[in-house]
């Protein structure tokens, strides 16, 4: 608990999570991807891909705000998931809106691309059913999601656990849930991290270890402390 109330004074417009499943033993993080947030019918979704960290500086934030509406490799990684929310959700709403060109949404250490997405359910849509159509996302299932899981799972030398699973709550009328990203597995004596990136034609390893090393940066400062 006090290591999610560090995570949470060091983050904003994040998700801050903690579930503690046994003495010792907990799943924490800081997640700013929303899965879904539904009010009655309505339904409203949020494409996160395409990363840079924030400069030091104002000019240098903007300079790197730049690069990444600019980039290439960001907006195909970005077009890739709107792309499959597009997919995923058509035949659960009679409406749907998204976002055809990304702004960039700031975090604490990191700045995205990010576009929103609206729409209304046709009657009789649960969360189960958002749930089953819409994790995992591509940005940590691939895509398309049938061909790119099999072989992540061949290629990843370790098991994810918890990590990038949906996590949220369930009400009468609304519900919402986050993907489980930008966490950490709490064990005695020994504490897991996990991020990771959206890899596309264009993306170069070196960027890409660096994007995965900015991305966790707020809990490896924290456990610097």
Request: charged share 25%; hydrophobic share 35%; aromatic share 8%.
């Amino acid at each position: 608990v006090a290591l999610t109330a560090r995570i949470a004074s060091a983050t904003h417009d994040c998700f801050v999570f903690c579930f503690q499943f046994g003495q010792g033993n907990a799943f924490v993080g800081a997640t700013p991807e929303r899965l879904f947030r539904r009010t009655d019918d309505q339904l409203f979704s949020e494409v996160i891909a395409g990363t840079r960290p924030r400069g030091a500086s104002s000019g240098q934030d903007q300079r790197l705000a730049y690069e990444l509406l600019t980039s290439d490799k960001d907006q195909l990684e970005h077009d890739i998931v709107r792309k499959s929310i597009r997919q995923k959700l058509h035949k659960l709403v009679d409406h749907l809106d998204v976002d055809s060109h990304a702004s960039v949404l700031r975090l604490a250490q990191k700045q995205h691309l990010c576009s929103e997405v609206q729409g209304t359910l046709k009657p009789g849509v649960d969360e189960g059913a958002l749930l089953q159509r819409l994790h995992p996302t591509p940005a940590v299932g691939g895509y398309p999601t049938e061909n790119a899981l099999p072989e992540i799972a061949r290629l990843e030398p370790f098991n994810r656990g918890w990590y990038a699973a949906p996590i949220g709550w369930i009400g009468s009328h609304d519900a919402e849930f986050v993907v489980g990203i930008r966490s950490a597995f709490v064990e005695p004596g020994k504490l897991s991290l996990y991020s990771g990136a959206g890899i596309v034609k264009g993306s170069d390893p070196d960027q890409e270890w660096d994007e995965v090393e900015n991305k966790i940066r707020d809990f490896v400062e924290i456990l610097g402390d």
